[in-house]
């Protein structure tokens, strides 16, 4: 069984990623033979998006699987280095654990057959992943979708789309579901400073999908709020904590304080894999920070003075009480978080 999707592409033994360095500029791709090379497409963000870092390494634990030419003994040694390796490329997104957990479950439960078996049966697990991720996002859009109205404007931040994702998309599953239910919707896309994923990545999703798309910089938010433009702020997830509190790109925080002072509705759309449950709230999550270049550089061009210092986290936290709802292919979650969210896992 193989996959084509617009993020990814699965051969049997190569893993092609659109390189999402480049666009919108040029459509090229990555191609991954290696585990070694999947881990450093999701360290680089040749592919990024917590969906779609989980399932892309999942892939790269196949190819680690079909790496290995060593002694039967030293197998699961080696697929703990895999593991490792994929594990330690980005920690703020928990999908990329949850995947590599399914990863060496199917690993341990196949672990006494033969190779090409347990092979078989990683690729078969990856896979499932992919098009469970599809369904999931096409579930979070059917559900969101219910809370927008017929000429609604929507502000997301960053992307959640089906470059986020295997497919279709979380926060903008939902703007595409409510369009495809026969609803007139206008996105507001935050350019997404330092990385540009709403300016790159996002508007060149809706532009394609026929949405009608306009593009801010992130500090112009709040204004287009003020003027009463926003009906509702959706934006995706990269962990969610056990009481609601949401990791997700650095700006999202900001936006959540808008909307509360705007009396806007401020939505996270994200499925179950992104929750993790061992966190009790958002001061525990790992907040990833990125290479200074991308803070003092634009496409490789200097914006700043030599010499400055940087701080770049890559994500924010945004508490629970900021949060109307948690959109996930179950269902829409409400307050209480640390309540509800449990119940999601007992369906
Ligand atoms: C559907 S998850 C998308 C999520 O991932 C993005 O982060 P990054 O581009 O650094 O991987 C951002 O937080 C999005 O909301």
Redesign the pocket.
Same mark, same amino acid.
Not at 48 to 51: S, V
Not at 235 to 238: I, K, R, T
């Given at each position: 069984m193989t996959l084509k999707t617009l993020t990814m592409e699965w051969t049997g033994d190569c893993l092609i990623l659109v390189d999402q360095r480049k666009l919108p500029h040029s459509k090229v791709f990555v191609h991954c033979k290696t585990f070694e090379e999947v881990a450093f497409a999701i360290k680089d963000?040749v592919v990024?998006? /917590?969906?779609a870092?989980g399932v892309t390494a999942a892939f790269g634990y196949v190819l680690g699987a079909k790496q290995f030419d060593g002694k039967n003994d030293e197998f699961l040694e080696f697929m703990k280095k895999v593991r490792q390796t994929l594990a330690s490329t980005r920690p703020t /997104?928990v999908n990329l654990f949850w995947a590599l957990d399914r990863m060496e479950k199917v690993l341990n439960e196949s672990i006494n057959l033969d190779r090409k078996s347990i092979i078989k049966r990683l690729e078969e697990e990856a896979l499932k992943m992919a098009y469970e991720d599809i369904e999931t996002n096409r579930s979070i859009g059917m559900h969101g979708q219910n809370l927008l109205k017929d000429n609604d404007t929507v502000l997301t931040?960053? $992307? %959640?789309g089906a470059l *986020? @994702?295997v497919d279709y998309? @979380? *926060?903008i599953g939902v703007i595409r579901a409510a369009v495809e239910n026969g609803k007139k919707i206008r996105v507001f896309v935050d350019e997404t400073r330092p990385?540009l994923?709403g300016a790159r990545l996002t508007t060149w999703e809706l532009v394609q999908l026929g949405i009608e798309t306009i593009l801010i910089t992130d500090n112009m938010a709040g204004w287009v709020m003020k003027k009463g433009l926003v009906n509702a702020v959706i934006?995706? /997830?990269?962990r969610i904590a056990a009481n609601g509190d949401v990791a $997700?790109?650095i700006g999202t925080y900001s936006l959540a304080v808008l909307a509360k002072k705007h009396g806007i509705p401020f939505y996270v759309a %994200?499925p179950t894999s992104t929750i993790d449950l061992t966190i009790k709230d958002g001061t525990e999550i790992p907040i990833e920070e990125r290479p200074h270049e991308e803070v003092t550089h634009v496409q490789g061009i200097r914006i700043a003075a030599e010499g400055v210092k940087v701080y770049n986290p /890559?994500?924010d936290v945004t508490e629970n009480e900021l949060i109307t709802a948690i959109i996930t292919e179950k269902g829409i979650v409400k307050p209480p978080y640390s309540e509800n969210l449990k119940k999601l896992f007992l369906r």
């Open positions: 963000m990024r998006g /917590a969906p870092i /997104a931040h960053c $992307n %959640a *986020a @994702t998309g @979380t *926060a990385y994923q934006v995706g /997830a990269d $997700n790109k %994200a /890559a994500f």
